[in-house]
């Protein structure tokens, strides 16, 4: 069964009035600065790591429309599972930028403390919850915050996200049934970038696409250019919509490409021709969206320009204060194990305080 | 002799295993085009290509579970998983199936399976940092593998991989590029059996994968000062071979365990009740253990670094114990 692709922007650069979310030209304006803002962070990412300054990161680029289209329709109240390529939603739940890097640096400017790998991004105020690294556990996670909303009275949405390889484990599938059977308020988002490390999607399912396995669970699949970020935005809001309104889970793949390799420990040059990777930079989503701006008179190069280095020179700005503060002290090494300090942790922590004993 | 890396043995092991024996074959994430997320398999794919060596999508369950399967089907399996930390996931699959079937099956089935995965840290924090060998040790039905140089390691995965039995053959990510001593020739090494690595008459050091290495460093600076630790490398978690350990304590009268993991319900409370216990007399301390922090692990490197006692820590452990 071939799900049909749903697109707004044009090759011309036009809008399909038919599929057109009707954003005003201020929402047009924020989704193309937090685009430009997300590729700013991930390129800095990269080179923060490269440089030896941060130990690990996990990029967005070329993803920049499925994860802004997607994190712009959320609303005040829904609650996000991510997978550790979703940077991009934090921020726009509210996450800020500093805790974003700081998160990187895992020192004293990290709110979670320097517990987690960089990209294991999670913010209580922001309902944002913390990145599992073990793939798609989050989705059944997903589901019982969400019949937690339901059982509450609560009219809110909950977000899960997982990549095309996600989609391959028993907690996606499990996920996806137990939101059919208690229609639950859920949007499970798929990010189909093409390739789980090395390995391209074909090898992971000989499903036509990662959305017609919502048939089997009975609920609706739904399939986005996901490089298109006015149609991941509506297909995303809809969902939301739906989920918040009582009438159950939906399953969104957004087609899209992973430009960058997978992570800093991989290099997809080895693993991916160079023309495929081409092909698709050509499809640059940020690039799209600004050519449909400049049409609707809402951009022009310069201010273009002007974005991203407004962007870069906020990022600059943050890691410069990140990066400066103190790292984060030993004695919180035993801090937060259980809700309250138990005695043998207590006396760990005498120990974290004696440089000569450590 | 050649010097080879703990890599480098593994390859050649599974190579060797799968020319010799054409039912073995190799399934898991990553393990084929790409040459495994460790390069432990890299251009075996070349070699023995798509129906002897599988890319499998990512489940951890199933490839476990395909694994045992294709074992009861006849083959040789040998299942990667990419990390231990995953075999989470697959954990029913390997306590409640591979361990059990031959049991449960009054002895009609072998399930002739190695899973190899790799232990490991390194800031990789909480879910990434694990080793969990206590967990797989506690399990009859099971043999637990986890060698500590590349010598051992390449000798019992080939054992492994012709064990009629499961193996958890738990590798260390942080030893792979090790070098040792290699012979070019066929050899294999008997799952089971405990190795003194080196001889000494103070003190006897239990240890296994990487804390070896920690031992032995330990060992090298006391001697220095004249004090002589005996070390024992286990290999194997199970069974357990306790000889080497025995002998050792009735000429030393103390021991320390090493082990990376938490200490609570670990290897070292296992080894210590079982000196305390079968050799009380030789004892003239109590059997002393250091591990991992009671903590998941984090990943700033400044507490990383507090995680695991080093060859300083255990240096001043063992004055401490002889004083
Ligand atoms: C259960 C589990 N198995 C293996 C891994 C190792 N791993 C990390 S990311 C990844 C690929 C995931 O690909 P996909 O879901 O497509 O997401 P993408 O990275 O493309 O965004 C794998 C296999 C893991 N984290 N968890």
Known sequence: MELPLRVVLREDG???????????????????????????????????????????????????????????????????????????????????????????????????????????????????????????????QAVGTAYAAKLRGEKIAVIGYFGDGGSSTGEFHAAMNFAGVFRTPNVFFCSNNRYAISLPVARQTAAASIAAKAAAYGIPGVRVDGNDVLAVFRVTRDALERARAGEGPTLIEALTYRIGSHSTSDDATRYRPAEEVEAWRGKDPIKRFAAHLKQRGLLDDPEEKAVFEEAREEVRRTVAVCEAAPPVPPESLVEDVYAEMPWHLEEQREWTRMPEKR | MSQKTYRDALREALREEMIRDERVLILGEEVGVWGGTYAITRSMFTEFGSKRILDTPIAEAAIVGTAVGAAMGGLRPVAELMTINFSLVAMDQIV???????????????????????????????????????WFAHLPGLIVAMPGTPYDAKGMLKSAIRSDNPVMFIEHARLYGIKGEVPDGEYTLPLGVSDVKRPGRDITIVAYSRMLHVALGAAEALAKDGIECEVIDLRTLRPLDMAPVYASVKKTHRALVLEEDWTTCGMGAEIAARISHDRFDDLDGP?????????????????????????????????????
């Open chain 2, 287 to 323: 059997v002393e253990r250091m591990g991992q922090v009671e903590v998941p692990m984090p990943y700033a490197r400044n507490l990383e670094a507090l995680m695991f006692p080093d060859e300083r820590q255990v240096t001043e452990k063992v004055r401490e114990m002889l004083s």
């Open chain 2, 96 to 134: 409640n199936n591979a361990a059990k079937i031959h049991y449960m099956f009054g002895g009609q089935i072998r399930v002739p399976l190695v899973i190899r995965t790799p232990a490991g840290w390194g800031q990789l924090a909480a879910t990434h940092s694990q080793t969990f060998e206590a």
């Open chain 1, 14 to 140: 036009s809008a399909d009035p038919e599929l057109d979310p009707g954003l005003d030209d201020e929402a047009l304006r924020i989704l193309f600065r937090k685009m430009a803002l997300l590729r700013a962070l991930d390129e800095k990412g990269l080179n923060l790591q490269r440089a030896g300054r941060i130990g690990f990161y996990i990029g967005a680029t070329g993803q920049e429309a499925a994860e802004i289209g997607s994190g712009f329709a959320l609303e005040e109240g829904d609650w996000v599972f991510p997978s550790y390529r979703d940077q991009g939603v934090a921020l726009l739940q509210g996450y800020p930028l500093s805790e974003l890097i700081g998160q990187l640096f895992g020192n004293s400017s990290d709110v979670t403390k320097g517990r987690q790998m960089p990209n294991h991004w999670c913010d209580r105020a922001a309902r944002v919850v913390s990145v599992s690294s073990p793939v798609a556990t989050q989705l059944p």
